[in-house]
């Protein structure tokens, strides 16, 4: 798995790897059951630069690439990847569509709060009758003297009950609908009108917030709209491109999580007078396993790669998405069909990984939509 690495990455990795140990592995279960939002590792994150990872020091960011910001989200949800995910939009949807599409006085003004970890961000696309099919979009802004005005709600946004601002995606010309009619807008937390609402009871990923936001007759002063009117679901899309390796990272450390779990089960677990991990049918399992899991790897690292180059990689992270989940959700399978009735229960780790790896095909979009985009490419650069 160190294919490719730098001694500086090897090291970042070692660094988040005794972080997580000691700051998260002592609270993952008590976090899940109760789901409690970790807002004191989220500091302690902040302090160590996670927060920041892919924005330049001059804004307060840690000035990393994507491979450390891949790295990163792998070793921190291979332990909880609740941890991983709130990194996960925070840096690469929320901070970053500020950096893609803001301007400079706009990444000043934001940024390094965000990249700090003084402040937290959520990001607003999906609603309530519109998720793979954005063009369902309701949330409206209509211009009022100097600003704008929202009204609407966003639906199942990662930090929406404890983030301080949130870049949302609103409607500002209905007859050009996504095709020009979408505009983003930061709006700050104790903005009149902009409240949380409830906060959804998940299968897994508990201990990350997921709420609904609330525009109420939301006035948002003209500075705070982000890139140019009606490119706001353009932008979303080049975020998205980012936003997909975290999510294929955030599978990778779930996976490699459950990986590792099965393979001390099976060495520890007796029956028939052995080891289970000496059945050939015990072996085959964690050979596919671990076999895939570095296909996976691969994949996300050779995407994360392209884009610390600056090409694009709208195939390339969408095929490391895809991939990297199916194949998460497959291992954390095993992992509890090797654990046997003991992968049912909550005192070993292999049910908490089941639980928490299907978000990785449904998040930022849906394995389905990761196929057409991949065909569409390949038509497309044809």
């Known amino acids: 798995m160190t294919f490719g690495l730098s001694s500086e990455q ?3 990795r070692r660094e988040i790897r005794v972080f997580a140990a000691k700051e998260i592995l ?3 279960m008590e976090w899940d059951e109760h789901g409690t939002f970790p807002a004191d590792v989220v500091k302690k994150m902040g302090e160590l630069g996670l927060m920041g990872v892919i924005f330049p020091e001059e804004l307060g960011g840690a000035g990393l690439g994507y491979v450390e910001y891949v790295l990163a989200i792998e070793e921190l949800s291979r332990v909880d990847g609740s941890v991983g995910i709130i990194i996960a939009s925070h840096n690469s949807l929320c901070t970053n569509h500020i950096m893609l599409a803001g301007n400079e006085e706009q990444r000043k003004r934001w940024i390094p709060r965000l990249a700090s970890g003084e402040g937290l961000g959520a990001w607003g696309l999906t609603e309530p009758g519109s998720g ?3 063009g369902g979009m309701r949330t409206t802004a209509v211009r009022q003297g100097d600003g704008w005005v929202l009204n609407g709600s966003k639906t199942f946004i990662t930090n929406g009950s404890h983030a301080n601002c949130a870049v949302v995606m609103a409607l500002t ?3 050009k609908g996504t095709h020009g009619g979408v505009t983003g807008f930061v709006v700050e937390r104790g903005t009149a009108g902009f409240r949380s609402g409830k906060k959804e009871n998940k299968l897994g990923l508990r201990a990350s917030d997921t709420a609904e936001l609330i525009f109420e ?3 948002i002063p003209a500075e705070n709209l982000i890139g140019k009117e009606g490119d706001g679901f353009k932008d979303a899309m080049r975020v998205l491109d980012g936003g997909r390796i975290s999510i294929a990272a955030l ?5 490699r999580g459950a990986l590792d779990a099965a393979i001390k089960y099976a060495t520890q677990r007796r029956q028939f007078g052995k080891a289970i991990s000496e059945f050939q049918a015990i072996q085959f399992k964690l050979a596919t396993m671990a076999t895939e899991l570095d296909a996976a790897w691969l994949l996300t690292m050779r995407a994360a790669q392209m884009k610390d180059a600056g090409q694009n990689v709208t195939l390339e992270s969408s095929m490391a998405k895809l991939y990297a989940s199916e194949v998460a959700c497959r291992i ?3 992992g509890v069909q090797i654990h046997g009735g ?3 229960i909550k005192d070993y780790p292999a049910e908490k990984f089941y639980r928490d790896v299907k978000l990785c095909t449904i998040g930022e979009g849906t394995s389905e939509i990761q196929r057409i985009v991949i065909a569409r490419e390949l038509l497309k650069r044809m």
């Open 10 to 12: 090897e090291s970042l």
């Open 26 to 28: 002592p609270h993952v």
């Open 132 to 134: 793979s099919d954005a």
């Open 173 to 175: 010309d209905k007859a």
């Open 217 to 219: 007759d939301c006035e």
């Open 251 to 255: 599978a990778l450390g779930i996976a």
């Open 332 to 334: 954390c399978d095993e």
């Open 342 to 344: 003991y992968g049912f």
